[in-house]
């Protein structure tokens, strides 16, 4: 017979199981989730909301069901990370149908359905011109594509539309290589061209060096960082600076000279366009250690100091650093986790957890509430980010692999 100090025990031990079970069905915060969950578990609820099915085209359902080169350039790179192949093989394919140019390996920045009710490029709205940052995003992830899946035409494909980012969208002043923003800067007829600092991928521009020998893609990699730098420093259009990057400027293509840009769509904010800068610039940082991407994310100490004095990121401020639109945004946080994780851990952990992770719910698998085709993309981005599962794939090929 079991000793009766061994049955309390038991029946103890019974109750205490049953209570943590019963807690734990009606708490949902005590469910034990990975970050590997997570992306996987988002990545799959993006395709059903975002991707149709039997095309592969992303949709934006916020704005009139349009398909961007930006959308399928985040669509491909997300599938390269988490090894979808099937994924990207589709997005790839439909964008090469559907948005690539005749003349040059780029591609047309804006699809949907014309007046007429026919669907194709949107040339009323411009939507024939290239983005150059989409153009480098899809050649970077056909090399994280060739690297993965060991297949030389997504090689190929990129060695084309990296050759053409360069010919068509890099304009050279006083000596030293540009990124525009689109393909029709370089030879317009007029005194700047337009520039958007967010589409600068410094990290890219390291691994095109070794993929295309003929253009001096370390140059415009430098030289990103300057106009960065700089346009962080300068007032612009503000009687001072927050040392925020801003969406737009314009560079004189005879000096040099920046300014503001604020005509109609444009702004010098830190806001929409700008919040990808410290993901893009954090990117060069983890994988090259590079120091002018370190130094860049030292100067971006406004948003710890925001997030120490009001434990919130605003989702647009001026470029004097005063807020213009006080709600927060996902997408937001999502960006500014690249100078987080960097230069500080301790808050990368609270937002992690309070503005960015908080978002998930496990018991639907998926976004709490549902989240706009960016901010899906910005948020999951972030969330990557700060669990360190955005490997340069590169990285696991010889450079003789990308020689001709």
């Known amino acids: 017979m079991m000793p009766k ?15 943590v079970a019963i807690y734990g069905y009606m708490q949902p915060n005590v469910l034990v989730f990975s970050p590997l969950q997570v992306l996987s578990a988002t990545w799959y609820g993006y395709k059903k909301a975002y991707v149709e099915p039997d095309t592969f085209r992303t949709v934006d359902r916020q704005r009139a069901d349009v398909t961007t080169s930006e959308g399928q350039s985040y669509t491909m790179l997300r599938a390269v990370w988490q090894a979808d192949q099937t994924t990207f093989d589709g997005a790839w394919q439909w964008t090469e149908k559907n948005l690539a140019h005749e003349d040059d390996h780029l591609f047309s920045w804006l699809w949907g ?44 494909d990129a060695r084309l539309i990296i050759s053409d980012i360069w010919e068509r969208e890099v304009i050279t002043i006083q000596g030293k290589p540009y990124l525009a923003a689109n393909d029709i800067e370089k030879n317009a007829v007029k005194r700047s061209v337009i520039v958007n600092p967010s589409y600068f991928n410094p990290a890219a521009y390291h691994i095109f060096a070794e993929v295309d020998i003929e ?63 410290p993901f893009r610039v954090a990117l060069d940082a983890e994988w090259f250690r590079n120091p002018d991407a370190l130094r860049v994310l030292d100067k971006l100490a406004f948003l710890s100091a925001k997030w120490q004095e009001e434990g919130r990121l605003a989702s647009m401020y001026a470029h004097d650093g005063s807020v213009l639109t006080a709600e927060e945004s996902p997408a937001m946080y999502g960006g500014a986790m690249g100078y987080f994780v960097t230069n500080d851990p301790e808050a990368a952990v609270s937002i992690y957890n309070k503005k960015l992770v908080s978002l998930y719910d496990p018991h639907i698998a998926t976004w709490a509430m549902p989240l706009s085709y960016y901010a899906d993309n910005w948020t999951w981005f972030g969330i990557a980010l700060y669990n360190r599962q955005l490997p340069n794939l590169a990285a696991e090929l010889p450079a003789t692999a990308f020689s001709k």
């Not at 983005?131 to 050649?139: H, K, V």
Request: glycine share 6%.
């Open 215 to 277: 253009h001096p893609w370390e140059e415009l990699r430098a030289q990103s960082y300057a106009v960065l730098e700089e346009s962080m420093a300068v007032p612009l259009d503000a009687a001072s600076t927050a040392h925020l990057p801003p969406d737009w400027i314009v560079v004189d293509k005879r000096s040099g000279d920046m300014a503001a840009l604020t005509s109609e769509g444009h702004d010098t904010h830190y806001g929409f366009d700008a919040l990808r800068i």
């Open 5 to 19: 100090f061994i049955g309390y025990v038991f029946i103890g031990v019974s109750f205490v199981l049953l209570f």
């Open 113 to 156: 359905k014309r007046e007429d009710g026919t669907y194709g490029v949107l040339t009323d709205e411009s939507g024939q011109n290239a983005a150059s940052d989409a153009d480098t995003d899809i050649a970077l992830a056909l090399l994280f594509a060739y690297a993965r899946w060991q297949d030389p035409a997504y090689l190929a």
